[in-house]
């Protein structure tokens, strides 16, 4: 699960780093033939793209030494927690919605995938099959029954 999001982070960081090896210092040299630095907008541009990318780059390691310092085994085998899918039946309604629990960088409501500090996931987080749990959001509050729990490890094991 984290490995797809770690491979899409390292691209990320690989294109950054290629853009600050190569690209930055070719448009520093251009900008700086130009002559006068104190009014040269380009090279001003070039050195605050190249701030943001350094940036950017010491994000991108910290976060994807994070996704891979997670123990997935300390992930609750019979909770809703990082990777669990779940189904939520409306009380009021009997609608039913599916979520999948993913890290930020994957976050895509119209898909289902939500992160658990979204609201309906901190109302969700450590629950388990059968509870009700009342979400509340800006908009309104509202109460579930957790129909469904698939979780992480039972994914893995492909049941």
Do not use: C
Request: no cysteine; proline share 4%; charged share 35%.
């Amino acid at each position: 699960m984290h490995f797809d999001i770690v491979n899409k982070l390292k691209k990320e960081l690989d294109q950054l780093g290629h853009e600050l090896r190569v690209e930055i210092p070719k448009e520093l040299k251009t900008a700086a033939d130009h002559g006068d630095l104190s009014e040269n907008a380009e090279y001003d541009a070039a050195k605050q793209r190249k701030q943001f990318v350094e940036s950017r780059i010491g994000q991108l390691q910290k976060r994807i030494s994070e996704i891979l310092s997670i123990n997935v085994n300390a992930i609750p085998t019979d909770r809703v927690g990082l990777g669990s899918k779940v189904t939520l039946e409306d009380l009021d309604t009997d609608e039913k919605i599916n979520y999948t629990f993913v890290f930020p960088e994957e976050v895509d409501p119209e898909k289902g995938k939500i992160s658990l500090a979204s609201p309906v996931g901190k109302s969700i987080v450590g629950k388990q099959e059968g509870d009700e749990v009342i979400v509340v959001t800006p908009k309104e509050r509202k109460e579930y029954e957790i129909t469904s729990l698939v979780t992480i490890h039972e994914q893995r094991r492909g049941t």
